[in-house]
C-alpha cells in the first residue's frame, strides 16, 4: 500500500491496483474538533486534483476535503454518513471518505509520504 498526504491534510491510499482511498488526517481532524456531519461526492463523479469533493463539518467549523488526485469516483463510505464520529475516531481507518479510480496513479509521487507530511505538520 502507498499511502500519500496532501498539505491540505488529507490521505489517499493506493495498494498498486483497483481503487484508490481517500480521507482526513488525524492532524485535520484535531484541527476540526468532533465531526458531526460529512457530504460526500456522488459516485461517477469526475474530479480534478484539488477540486472540492466533499464537505466535513465538525462543532467548531466546516472545511473543504479536496481530491488529492484526478479520477473519477467509484465509492463513498456510506457508514461515514451515517455515523460521522468515524472520522474522530479512526480518520486513518474507517473514518475514509470516498474512492477513486485514478486518471495518473504516476502522480501520486508529488505528494508527501508520512514522514514528509510529520515534519509538514511540525511547521504549521
Known amino acids: ?15 498498486g491496483s483497483g481503487d484508490a482511498t481517500v480521507g482526513i488526517t488525524a492532524h485535520a481532524q484535531d484541527a476540526l474538533g ?3 456531519f460529512t ?3 456522488v459516485v461517477g463523479k469526475t474530479l480534478a486534483a484539488g477540486e472540492v469533493a466533499a464537505v466535513v463539518e465538525s462543532v467548531k467549523a466546516a472545511a473543504d476535503v479536496f481530491a488529492p488526485l484526478a479520477g473519477t469516483v467509484t465509492e463513498v463510505n456510506e457508514a461515514l454518513r451515517a455515523d460521522p464520529s468515524l472520522a474522530n475516531s479512526d480518520p486513518l481507518g474507517q473514518g475514509w471518505f470516498f474512492r477513486l479510480s485514478l486518471a495518473d496513479a504516476s502522480q501520486l509521487d508529488a505528494l508527501m509520504d508520512e514522514a514528509t507530511y510529520q515534519r509538514f505538520c511540525a511547521t504549521v
Not at 1 to 15: C, G, N, V, Y
Request: aromatic share 14%.
Open 34 to 36: 468532533d465531526v458531526v
Open 1 to 15: 500500500m502507498t499511502k500519500r498526504f496532501t498539505s491540505e491534510h488529507q490521505w489517499i491510499d493506493w495498494s
Open 39 to 41: 457530504d460526500l461526492p
